[in-house]
């Protein structure tokens, strides 16, 4: 199984910047797509997501603002946000479309971590 931990996560004021951290581990295979979502009310709001080869794509609430990356051999993905907003606040979880050795692809979800962006 993929295990997801999420860092990064903080009190900032607006216009102010953060950097998420995701690492991926367990005996993975290969990592197909890492992305980024935040909690909405009743679902969750997917922010960015990168793929393998390094396509990205992104929401349009927050082009412009955020810029996802990721480390492969390190099986990690960040989320860079700048001029944030109190609206950008929510839980912030990371997600993979990974294969373990031996078994199909599949998605996993780490736990979340806290944004808030208050003065």
């Known amino acids: 199984q993929v295990q997801l931990v999420e860092s990064g996560g903080d009190l900032v004021r607006p216009g102010g910047s953060l950097r998420l951290s995701c690492a991926a581990s367990?005996?993975?295979?290969?990592?197909?797509?890492m992305g980024w979502y935040r909690q909405a009310p009743g679902h969750r709001e997917l922010i960015a997501a990168i793929?393998?080869?390094?396509?990205?794509t992104y929401a349009d609430s927050v082009k412009g603002g955020f810029t996802i990356s990721r480390d492969n051999a390190k099986n990690a993905v960040y989320l860079q946000m700048n001029s944030l907003k109190p609206e950008d606040t929510a839980v912030y979880y990371c997600?993979?479309?990974?294969?373990?050795?031996?078994?199909?692809?599949?998605?996993?979800w780490g736990q979340g971590t806290q944004v808030t962006v208050s003065s």
């Open positions: 367990g005996s993975i295979f290969s990592i197909a797509v």
């Open positions: 997600n993979a479309d990974a294969r373990v050795q031996l078994t199909p692809r599949d998605i996993y």
């Open positions: 793929t393998s080869d390094g396509s990205t």
